[in-house]
């Protein structure tokens, strides 16, 4: 029987993807001593690989699709179909970015001031291109990991994807410029994406994993309300789309279901309570579908 062949990012996406594609309906156990970890899906199989490295092995049939950086993509310079754009991390839902840092004490203040610097850097590719864009010539030193210790020893500057800035500053470094931003894609080979059964395999993760990550932050709110009372509780709700309005037995009542983003519930919550709504109810959400 054919299998979906899956790349699941090791390393820092890797915890937050297992836990978006747990909501997303998909249990993903990974053992610490093997890179193939089980997946509650009979037609799908995993496997862990580099972010860095996942662009290649989709591009050459090895995977048939994966979560990777869409920085990744364009350093291999990967042929691959990007089905959809995921926008998470390890700690955060903002894009992440490659930034330029020096140490503090550092006199570098900008891209002119790297000529006849040394670079250090995973981003390779990315790198040169920056300084070729900026006519500067300067050393491009791959690094193997821990490129924030780099500076001032081993190298006058470093290139390095940051998601808060925190761990720089941890290292006494300073973000000189900005080279881009990324974030996460879910691309598929093109010849798998050919392939009507894999295609739908993937487009039904693609459409889950979207809903995962668009539900987050909100949850769904449930209300009694007096018809009379009705439109003035329904103008006060933010709501992600009308709420749906339905009639209760009991004589004048009617029921509100909408869906709202947490954090402003602490002050909805007194305020519907306040205007005569009864039975409120909050519940989480795992996945909103648009």
């Known amino acids: 029987m054919a299998k979906l062949m899956l790349g699941i990012p090791k390393g820092s996406l890797e915890k937050t993807t297992v ?3 747990a909501k997303a309906g998909y249990k993903i156990e990974i053992n610490s001593r093997s890179y193939f970890p ?3 899906d009979p037609d799908i199989e995993c496997m862990l690989i580099r972010a860095q490295e996942m662009s290649r092995y989709v591009e050459n049939g090895i995977l048939d699709c994966g979560l ?3 920085d990744w993509i364009v350093e291999n310079g990967s042929d691959v179909i990007e089905v959809s754009e995921l926008v998470y991390g390890k700690t955060g839902r903002n894009p992440l970015r490659w930034v330029l840092a ?3 004490s550092s006199g570098i203040k900008g891209p002119k001031d790297l000529e006849g610097k040394k670079i250090a850097t995973e981003a390779v590719g990315m790198t040169k291109k920056y300084l070729e ?4 010539n300067a050393s491009v030193e791959f690094s193997w990991g821990a ?3 780099k500076p001032p020893r081993l190298a006058d500057a470093i290139v390095e994807i940051t998601e808060t800035g925190s761990s720089l500053k941890a290292n006494k470094l300073k973000i000189i410029d900005e080279l881009c931003q990324s974030t996460t894609r879910f691309i598929a080979n093109k ?3 050919k392939d009507p059964w894999k295609k739908d395999k993937i487009d039904r993760i693609a459409l889950l994993l979207k809903a995962v990550l668009t539900a987050e932050g909100k949850v769904g709110l449930m209300l009694n309300v007096k018809k009379k009372d009705l439109e003035t509780i329904v103008a006060r709700l933010p709501a992600l789309e009308r709420p749906t309005v339905s009639a209760l037995t009991e004589e004048g009542w009617c029921a509100i279901n909408t869906i709202v983003d947490e954090h402003v519930l602490r ?4 305020q519907l309570k306040a205007m005569g709504a009864q039975g409120i109810v909050e519940y989480p959400l795992n996945k909103i579908v648009l």
Do not use: C
């Open 68 to 70: 990777t950086g869409h």
């Open 102 to 104: 020096v140490p503090e």
């Open 267 to 270: 002050d909805i919550i007194p």
């Open 133 to 136: 864009k900026h006519g500067v």
């Open 147 to 149: 490129t924030e210790v």
């Open 38 to 40: 089980a997946i509650d």
């Open 191 to 193: 010849d798998t994406y």
């Open 19 to 21: 836990e978006m594609f």
